[in-house]
């Protein structure tokens, strides 16, 4: 049977053709880029966006992998061609979630003694390490109350004017970076969460920085200089993702794992690890 032979949409039946054309832009990918890609006819690919034709459930789930749509906005795809969700979104305390879990936290135990946290597309701290919370305690036991919201939230700690900004010596360098990382994770996967975020701590935010994040290319990693008192560290960041979730949450969460950046850094959380193995009797 012929691709174009599905059944014709009268406009307006579906949200899927405009979904479809807005993903496929976020990609910078024209039709025939599309096509050739996920081994789909560019005329098919043409009908598909004007609503001429219905998409089969196969067919959005090849488009959706060609275009690396992240799963929940698959779930959306389909949901606007009339589809049920295939992709569950489960909590992290849901049984079927335990070997992700506990991979997990096996990393953010084994990346001790150096901070290490697990967050979701909009930047909420699900899980974090000890040596995570000791960094965080050291700009105030009360910072989470401090900067509001009803998750711990990465961004609204750094943007937040009562969260880590005073203590950031690099600040003009790494604030464009975190901010232009922040546009375009929301802008490639779709998170509306995220959207929400930015819009909410963009009050805070100085006009300059947002300029200088517009010309900022992305690095590697993030560099983070930070000082209180007489206590001064040096940090870069790695992220980690699950490359093949079939799970929403598991699909949407990453390691952020920082590492010392010179030596003195090393040994001050390496000694913070040993008073604290030392005051618990071990």
């Known amino acids: 049977m012929s691709q174009l032979s599905s059944v014709r949409l009268a406009p307006g039946?579906?949200?899927?053709?405009?979904r479809l054309k807005t993903w496929r832009q976020k990609r910078r990918l024209s039709q025939l880029n599309l096509a050739?890609?996920?081994?789909?006819?560019?005329?098919?690919?043409?009908?598909?966006?004007?609503?001429?034709?219905?998409p089969s459930r196969s067919m959005i789930l090849k488009l959706s992998e060609a275009l690396?749509?992240?799963?929940?906005?698959?779930?959306?795809?389909?949901?606007?061609?009339?589809?049920?969700?295939?992709?569950?979104?489960?909590?992290?305390?849901?049984?079927q979630m335990s070997q992700v879990m506990g991979a997990v936290r096996m990393m953010l135990a084994n990346h001790a003694p150096f901070p290490a946290i697990a967050i979701d597309r909009a930047w909420n701290i699900r899980l974090s390490n000890a040596?995570?919370?000791?960094?965080?305690?050291?700009?105030?036991?009360?910072?989470?109350?401090?900067?509001?919201?009803?998750?711990?939230?990465?961004?609204?700690?750094?943007?937040?004017?009562?969260?880590?900004r005073p203590f950031v010596t690099n600040w003009t360098t790494i604030a464009p970076l975190l901010w232009h990382?922040?546009?375009?994770?929301?802008?490639?996967?779709?998170?509306?969460?995220?959207?929400?975020?930015?819009?909410?701590?963009?009050?805070?935010?100085?006009?300059?920085?947002?300029w200088a994040a517009q010309d900022t290319a992305l690095v590697p990693v993030l560099p983070l200089e930070m000082a209180k008192d007489?206590?001064?560290?040096?940090?870069?960041?790695v992220i980690?993702?699950?490359?093949?979730?079939?799970?929403?949450?598991?699909?949407?969460?990453?390691?952020?794992?920082?590492?010392?950046?010179?030596e003195a850094t090393k040994r001050l959380f390496q000694t913070a690890a040993d008073s604290s193995s030392s005051g618990n009797g071990n």
């Open 131 to 164: 040596p995570f919370d000791m960094l965080s305690a050291m700009i105030g036991p009360d910072v989470w109350t401090r900067i509001g919201g009803k998750q711990r939230n990465l961004m609204r700690l750094f943007f937040h004017p009562e969260g880590i």
């Open 181 to 210: 990382r922040a546009q375009r994770e929301a802008d490639a996967l779709g998170g509306k969460e995220m959207q929400q975020i930015l819009s909410e701590v963009s009050r805070y935010q100085d006009a300059d920085i947002q």
């Open 240 to 262: 980690a993702t699950f490359g093949t979730a079939q799970d929403v949450t598991a699909d949407e969460m990453r390691i952020e794992s920082l590492f010392p950046a010179d």
């Open 230 to 237: 007489d206590v001064h560290l040096s940090l870069f960041t």
């Open 13 to 18: 039946d579906s949200e899927f053709p405009q």
């Open 68 to 95: 690396e749509v992240p799963l929940r906005d698959r779930n959306d795809l389909l949901t606007a061609a009339g589809f049920a969700p295939v992709f569950k979104a489960r909590p992290l305390e849901d049984p």
């Open 36 to 54: 050739l890609s996920s081994g789909v006819s560019q005329r098919h690919v043409s009908f598909l966006e004007s609503g001429r034709a219905r």
